[in-house]
Nanobody, 130 residues
Framework: QVQLVESGGGLVQAGGSLRLSCAAS????????MGWFRQAPGREREFVAT????????YYADSAKGRFTISRDDAKNTVYLQMNSLKPEETAVYYC???????????????????????WGQGTQVTVSS
């Protein structure tokens, strides 16, 4: 079992930046990947970015490429999401997720599937004002 604690959400003006943090505890040694998802009002939850824990490989949603950066700190068991040039339509609850069940290998483009993740944070609100 992995517990995820998120922080860094808040209110920012369009074009501004925020950095989200997600600290993992528990069976962190078994983490295969951690990712970020978001759910805007009236919309389905969608993939934003993910990073593998062993190799640090990253994968982004098309909407996030060039503006968002996901990174990890092994010593702190923490994943970050640096969000730049934020847009009002990116107002959403942002969720951190991790995969801890055994995974031998999974292609990066399949780390977008939220059903594959087995631990979730409570979410942090990001509001981008226009």
């Amino acid at each position: 079992q992995v517990q995820l604690v998120e922080s860094g959400g808040g209110l920012v003006q369009a074009g501004g930046s925020l950095r989200l943090s997600c600290a993992a505890s528990g069976r962190t040694f078994s983490i295969y990947a951690m990712g970020w998802f978001r759910q805007a009002p009236g919309r389905e939850r969608e993939f934003v970015a993910t990073i593998t824990w062993s190799g640090g490989s990253t994968y982004y949603a098309d909407s996030a490429k060039g503006r968002f950066t996901i990174s990890r700190d092994d010593a702190k068991n923490t994943v970050y999401l640096q969000m730049n040039s934020l847009k009002p339509e990116e107002t959403a609850v942002y969720y951190c997720a991790s995969r801890t069940k055994f995974t031998l290998y999974r292609p990066l483009d399949r780390l977008t599937e939220q059903a594959w993740y087995d631990s979730w944070g409570q979410g942090t609100q990001v509001t981008v004002s226009s």
